[in-house]
């Protein structure tokens, strides 16, 4: 397979190092995609787009995506009495695409809003934070960590698309009924790995040679707190053993940065997840975890090691609670494809009829507009908004893209 050979001796220094000779799941995610040489998002190996790629967002279909959620935006400001500056702070970029969209729409239609605006881009990885300071050169873009941004010094919105399913997660494992972790480490270090295939057929070697599964304690107390956070009992004989899954601690950790950050304003998060009910359905046994390699997806982490997007469902309840002990608000939960027809989208589409544009374009926007709209693709994502330090007037304003379209 197509692997990084440098990432994986990495990797596998990093193994034979730590304690036990092993390192959770999220650690070794945390390697593949965000090594700071050869991980996934640090590289050249990131593809986003249509041909060749691995993946591609709501950003690449087209301009609407953006211009509808500035929209928002600026009724945002408008509800916050429209102070200057408004900070829209996003929260991995990709190409840029988003903020260009964003950007060349203010300036066309909302000068006002433009004078006022700065505009905050968070990137981790050096190689596309390159490929956005190339395509928006023309804009006053100032790009920054989260941890650089001073203690409650926004005022404005932070917003992601497709960010959160991207963070390192812990795996585990349901053995006898109790919660395993899921670790990582190389086939020189398994003296026991056929032991415990034994004593667990559930456990598999999903090896490119390189890497293989074993179970052990939990790491850190902080997974049973999540999922007591979230009302998850896997104590419950619905649960068989063999039940695995995925817990997203960084998306906590992130959220409790933003709320810090944030003086007065939004929090938008757009993803594909699911409430903590779904997320963790008996029925779903094998978690969310996917993996996509040239626009195909499968369930192998261990190949195309540095090489592949690795990503996993986010749940919406932890976000949601964890907020509320981070003093950040639930204003809204939608489908995507609710709150951009909210915005406007259904209008966009009436007005297609109306074109004089040659058929080929006609019919491939009408295409991309659709799957902005389709529940079985970007229209199902959970679009997520939280709020903070809002007065009860501010907060009695109900947002655009929050109410349902007649």
Known sequence: MDSNPTLCVAIAHRIAASPQRRITFAEYMDMVLYHPEYGY?????????????????????????????????????????????FS????????????????????????????????????????????????????????CSLEEIPTKSITGCFFSNELVDAFPVHQFILEAGELREIYV???????????????????????????????????????????NLVGIDFGQRT??????????????????????????GYVLTIDYGYPASRYYNPRRSQGTLQCYYHHRYHDNPYINVGRQDI??????????????????????????????MALGLGSRIAALSHQEIPLSQLLQRRESLHQLLDPTGLGGFGVL????????????QSLKGLTVPE
């Open 41 to 85: 998002y640090s590289s050249n190996a990131v593809k986003i787009g249509f041909k060749g790629s691995d993946f591609f967002t709501s950003s690449n279909l087209g301009n609407d995506f953006g211009e509808l959620l500035a929209e928002q935006f600026v009724q945002m400001w408008e509800i916050l009495g429209r102070p200057v500056p």
């Open 88 to 143: 829209l702070v996003e929260m991995g970029a990709g190409q840029g695409l988003l903020a260009l969209h964003i950007l060349n729409y203010y300036q066309l239609y909302y000068p006002d809003f433009f004078a006022a605006l700065e505009f905050v881009i968070v990137e981790k990885s050096p190689t596309l934070r390159q490929e956005q300071e190339q395509r928006l050169q023309k804009f006053p873009v100032r790009w």
């Open 185 to 227: 480490t190389t086939p020189q270090n398994l003296t026991s790995l056929e032991r415990q295939r034994e004593e667990n057929p559930f456990i598999r070697e999903r090896s490119n040679f390189e890497f293989v599964e074993v179970t052990g304690e939990p790491s850190t107390q902080q997974l049973a707190q999540y999922l």
């Open 239 to 264: 649960y068989a053993d063999g039940y695995r899954s995925e817990i997203n601690l960084a998306a906590l950790d992130w959220l409790s940065i933003v709320a810090d950050r944030l003086q007065r």
């Open 311 to 340: 990503t996993t469902h986010v749940d919406f309840t932890a976000l949601e609670r964890w907020g509320e002990r981070c003093r950040l608000e639930k204003v809204g939960f939608m489908q995507q494809g609710l709150f951009l």
């Open 385 to 396: 908004v939280q709020s903070k330090g809002l007065t009860e007037q501010e907060k009695s």
